[in-house]
């Protein structure tokens, strides 16, 4: 069983990624409006991906036999200037997601909660490589611009993204193979 100062903060790390999964859900929804139909997908793959975390963290709030309290989930922005803010916005976002996984990581040391630590390390190393892909694609940005030939080679690699975590957590959260 996890302390209730651990169970608090989970729970919050929980209301996190469902805000993350909101804030990527309207990403794409903007992402359509604007007719870039590869980086509306590319954020709703990350939806999916940011829902997946949530739900692991609810099993293993549940699993550790403490429980799991939703809280409200903030209102995400509607719109956005352009591509390029959109992930800039992202990686600001998943900047304060490391920091919050970070702070449980410490958390858990300090409490010797040995579970709880190793859990969190899935988390941590996901996020350097959320972090990684979502500066390739500012760079990317960078280089090719935000309109005509540029932006549409983007948005066709984006949108090549395909869904590799599980999207139907109806049976809970299946064992994926090594």
Do not use: C
Not at 55 to 64: I, S
Not at 86 to 94: I, Q, S
């Amino acid at each position: 069983m996890i302390s209730a100062k651990m169970t608090e903060a989970v729970n919050r790390q929980i209301n996190n990624e469902m805000y993350s999964a909101y804030l990527y859900m309207a990403m794409s929804a903007h992402s359509s409006s604007m007719g870039l139909n590869g980086f509306a997908s590319w954020f709703m793959v990350q939806y999916h991906e940011e829902m997946f975390h949530a739900m692991k963290q609810y099993n293993y709030v549940l699993d550790q036999g403490a429980e799991v309290h939703l809280q409200t989930i903030k209102e995400p922005p509607k719109s956005f200037a352009s591509a390029k803010d959109m992930f800039e916005k992202t990686l600001e976002h998943e900047h304060f997601v490391t920091k919050s996984i970070n702070e449980i990581a410490d958390l858990a040391l300090q409490e010797k909660d040995h579970a709880t630590y190793q859990f969190m390390q899935w988390y941590v190393n996901e996020q350097i490589e959320e972090e990684k892909n979502d500066n390739e694609i500012l760079q990317m940005l960078k280089l090719a611009g935000e309109s005509g030939p540029g932006l549409f080679m983007i948005d066709q690699q984006l949108g090549a993204r395909a869904l590799t975590v599980q999207s139907d957590f109806s049976k809970g959260i299946l064992p994926t193979a090594p």
